[in-house]
């Protein structure tokens, strides 16, 4: 199973990105997805997650009303729309797509078995 994350890049405050991620089998529409985050000097974070069905979704604190999560099965592909972007969102992003099938949203980093490479998201004031 691979997984491709792509659409980090630079942004001024208050702009938008969208993240792709695509997996390459997998079993991809019987998993949870879930996007985590790592800034420098600080430890990984869930942002956001989503159930195997799309059902259940899950956001950070500190994202939610301005990112979204969503699930292409058609596509085998997850998305994370992040608008009103601030600074402290800058970070590494990594998606990752979980071990077991059928499963509500998940948040422990343990819970994913394969990952992506991250795509760097900075946001400057």
């Known amino acids: 199973v691979q997984l491709q994350a792509c659409g980090g890049g630079l942004v001024q405050a208050g702009g938008s990105l969208r993240l792709s991620c695509a997996a390459s089998?997998?079993?991809?529409?019987?998993?949870?997805v879930g996007w985590f985050r790592q800034a420098p000097g600080k430890v990984r974070e869930v942002v956001a997650a989503i159930g195997w069905s799309s059902r259940t979704k899950y956001y950070a604190e500190s994202v939610k009303g301005r990112f979204t999560i969503s699930k292409d099965n058609a596509k085998n592909t997850v998305y994370l729309q992040m608008n009103s972007l601030k600074p402290d969102d800058t970070a590494i992003y990594y998606c990752?797509?979980?071990?077991?099938?059928?499963?509500?949203?998940?948040?422990?980093?343990?819970?994913?078995?394969?990952w992506g490479q991250g795509t760097h998201v900075t946001v400057s004031s």
């Open positions: 089998g997998g079993m991809f529409s019987t998993k949870a």
């Open positions: 990752a797509l979980a071990q077991k099938s059928y499963s509500p949203y998940l948040l422990s980093g343990n819970d994913y078995g394969y």
